[in-house]
């Protein structure tokens, strides 16, 4: 049991496929795991292991030709997302108790893809801020050091990624939330061009800000499970059809980017000075190897007032349950509801046509170099007990999302983006460096990501025993 949680994704894949391993056997392997070192970091304390055998042994009656991409292989969902039959709460209080009735669209596609769920991941507070605790779960630690943050919203996928719990995860990410915890817990996660990934609609039918997408322990898992992932629903109007692109083949074609940009901080400083020189080290090494290598960024100066505006926005919807609830929701949540409730239809328009410029001088930027690099998060790993990063490099944050914007930026341009790991400070903890494409370049993405991870040797660096 402790080699097959050490395998990659694709490794246990290919023995669900040729009858080595079986998908009862996953669960068996991750219910014991899941039981040595799940309380030491919270990240998945929702579990359906009698859903999930049900459905192991419904799938083991098909041929392994019809059991999917995935054959098998156990994923968590993050507890955002319904699961029919599971509780799920959104991390809040108002919902502690609540059960899904039917599962969302993107969770009956990965099961059809051949996904087996077992877990629901801990998350902030119906995901918002980069710190994954709530009233209902409490606090996820960071595995690295578990008196630190594991960032968020996707915290308890990415912990559980490197602890051995999971071996792909899924999570979503509006304003970093799976890139923000892949930097902080030494994993994977990638931010998909919006559409790429089908999901039920609820509010906003036309929202490009969240997106769901996989998450990982290196390169070429991420790209399995972003397999398993797309495709077209016709109940997701956004949605794009799958175009025969193999993602996973795209990563291991051995493709490699010419001419890359990097930059310590986008134009929207401050960043962290250890995580800039750690972004820069990596840059190096993609040098010494032969890529060009400039500093550059296209202007992304409105990008603060672009986020806090469209961000505020999102939170506008929410007003039924601040009238019904304000005393359940936390103070952050509350704040952001109030800044959206107040936004005229002239800052609306202003933050519409921002995003339409940036996205813009995004597009043209990638006329000149194949990837933009940058820093994942500007900090490395805070202390598990500060709610929020509040001041960086002298400077002082106003509000739970200004310490964002260096992954808030990047999503207001619709270009697909991952996090992966490309050092560690000098306090051993992991730092991630955020990889930008062109809009719907996930193949280039992932190309030159594998290409990037085989050059810094970090491609394997966890699962890790929680450290105290």
Excluded at 135 to 146: A, D, K, Q
Excluded at 413 to 424: E, I, Q, R, V, W
Aim: glycine share 10%.
């Amino acid at each position: 049991m402790t080699e097959l949680i050490h395998m990659t994704a694709l490794d246990v894949v290919a023995g669900l496929k040729d009858g080595a391993i079986s998908p009862l056997d996953c669960l068996d392997a991750l219910e014991r795991r899941i039981a040595t070192v799940g309380a030491s970091v919270n990240a998945l304390p929702t579990l359906c292991f009698e859903r999930a055998r049900a459905h192991a042994r419904a799938l083991m009656e098909k041929p392994v030709a019809e059991r999917g991409p995935l054959a098998g292989l156990p994923v968590p969902i993050k507890d955002l997302m319904d699961v029919a039959g599971v509780r799920c709460t959104q991390g809040s209080p108002i919902f502690k108790d609540r059960v899904a009735d039917v599962s969302d669209l993107m969770v009956r596609h990965l099961e059809a893809n051949g996904g087996i769920v077992y877990a629901m991941s801990n998350t902030p507070e119906f995901g918002a801020g980069a710190h994954t605790f709530n009233e209902v779960f409490g606090l996820t630690r960071n595995p690295w050091n578990t008196r630190l943050s594991a960032a968020g919203s996707s915290g308890g996928a990415a912990v559980a990624l490197a602890t051995g719990m999971a071996w792909v995860a899924h999570g979503s990410d509006l304003g970093g939330s799976l890139r923000n915890p892949a930097s902080f817990c030494g994993v994977t996660g990638l931010r998909p061009s919006p559409g790429r990934v089908a999901a039920s609609v609820f509010t906003k039918i036309d929202s490009t800000l969240g997106v769901e997408g996989p998450m990982a322990r290196n390169i070429t898992d991420l790209a399995l499970l972003l397999d398993a992932m797309v495709g077209e629903e016709a109940a997701d109007p956004l949605s794009l059809p799958a175009d025969g692109t193999s993602y996973l083949a795209a990563a291991r074609s051995g493709w490699r980017p010419r001419r890359v940009a990097v930059s310590r901080d986008l134009g929207l400083p401050p960043v962290d000075r250890e995580v800039a020189g750690l972004v820069l080290a990596a840059a190096a090494k993609l040098e010494a190897a032969g890529v060009i290598v400039e500093e550059a960024h296209p202007d992304l100066t409105e990008a603060r007032d672009c986020a806090r505006t469209l961000r505020a926005l999102s939170y506008a919807n929410m007003k039924p349950l601040l009238d019904a609830h304000r005393d359940l929701l936390k103070p952050e949540v509350v704040w952001n509801i109030e800044q959206g409730l107040a936004l005229t239809g002239a800052d609306i328009a202003r933050a519409e046509a921002q995003r339409g410029e940036l996205f813009r001088r995004m597009r043209a930027f990638f006329d000149s170099f194949d990837l933009l690099l940058c820093p994942a998060t500007i900090v490395p790993p805070f202390p598990a007990g500060q709610r929020y990063v509040t001041e960086c490099d002298g400077v002082t944050f106003s509000s739970y999302v200004d310490w964002l914007m260096i992954v808030h930026a990047v999503t207001l341009t619709c270009s697909p983006a991952l996090s992966l790991p490309c050092g560690f400070t000098a306090d051993g903890l992991p730092v991630g460096l955020q990889v930008v494409a062109p809009g719907r370049g996930e193949a280039r993405l992932l190309a030159g990501a594998r290409f990037i991870e085989q050059v810094l040797g970090l491609g394997a660096i966890t699962p890790i025993e929680p450290r105290g």
